[in-house]
T-cell receptor, first 112, second 113 residues
Framework: SAVISQKPSRDICQRGTSLTIQCQVDSQVTMMFWYRQQPGQSLTLIAT?????????ESGFVIDKFPISRPNLTFSTLTVSNMSPEDSSIYLCSVEVTDEQYFGPGTRLTVT | GENVEQHPSTLSVQEGDSAVIKCTYS??????FPWYKQELGKGPQLIIDIRSNVGEKKDQRIAVTLNKTAKHFSLHITETQPEDSAVYFC????????????FGGGTRVLVKP
């Protein structure tokens, strides 16, 4: 398995601003993923972040809105840009270890 | 793309009884099916998974079955305990295609003491 931490754990932001979420894992991993979980809903994949290459975004998500960095094999960031109330969600990072996927604790974002 | 449907959306059981959650998937190429448990305020926790070359897998009180022909898989929890109360998610992926998980809608399980 893997131990994953995320910062911040929660935040309240004003519309129009941006927030960068950090994800740190305790071992080197090739594949990291970012998911969004809207209130009371299931998880939706935003993008796959591989070290040394551009992130791959899923349909409905674009780099201008959710830029991602992956500077090394233990760290990634997701930025939620120009936020609106509709961006209020839990944002989760996950990593793949021996073909299994493990999730961080999530970042609970509220946009007012 | 893949579509995963999960039923029921809520499930209330008496402590000690069994709970069964069912999922169906659409893409016959999917070959990996994990189950996650999410407690309030926490991230999803992997509790069991099954690969397409296996029909059943058991881990203590938890078991998962897979029917590839019918494209459905199920989670079985026996002798339920209050700490089993949580939201459970099934998921499916094609392991050779980056292992991107498609999740079901979730089942809120309440175990009544």
């Amino acid at each position: 398995s893997a131990v994953i931490s995320q910062k911040p754990s929660r935040d309240i932001c004003q519309r129009g601003t941006s927030l960068t979420i950090q994800c740190q894992v305790d071992s080197q991993v090739t594949m990291m993923f970012w998911y969004r979980q809207q209130p009371g809903q299931s998880l939706t994949l935003i993008a796959t972040a591989n070290q040394g290459s551009e992130a791959t975004y899923e349909s409905g998500f674009v780099i201008d809105k959710f830029p991602i960095s992956r500077p090394n094999l233990t760290f990634s960031t997701l930025t939620v840009s120009n936020m609106s109330p509709e961006d209020s969600s839990i944002y989760l990072c996950s990593v793949e270890v021996t073909d299994e996927q493990y999730f961080g604790p999530g970042t609970r974002l509220t946009v007012t | 793309g893949e579509n995963v449907e999960q039923h029921p959306s809520t499930l209330s059981v008496q402590e000690g009884d069994s709970a069964v959650i069912k999922c169906t998937y659409s893409d016959s190429a999917s070959n990996y099916f994990p189950w996650y448990k999410q407690e309030l305020g926490k991230g999803p926790q992997l509790i069991i998974d099954i690969r397409s070359n296996v029909g059943e897998k058991k881990d203590q009180r938890i078991a998962v079955t897979l029917n590839k022909t019918a494209k459905h898989f199920s989670l079985h929890i026996t002798e339920t305990q209050p700490e089993d109360s949580a939201v459970y998610f099934c998921a499916a992926s094609i392991r050779a295609a980056g292992n991107k998980l498609t999740f079901g809608g979730g089942t809120r399980v309440l175990v009544k003491p």
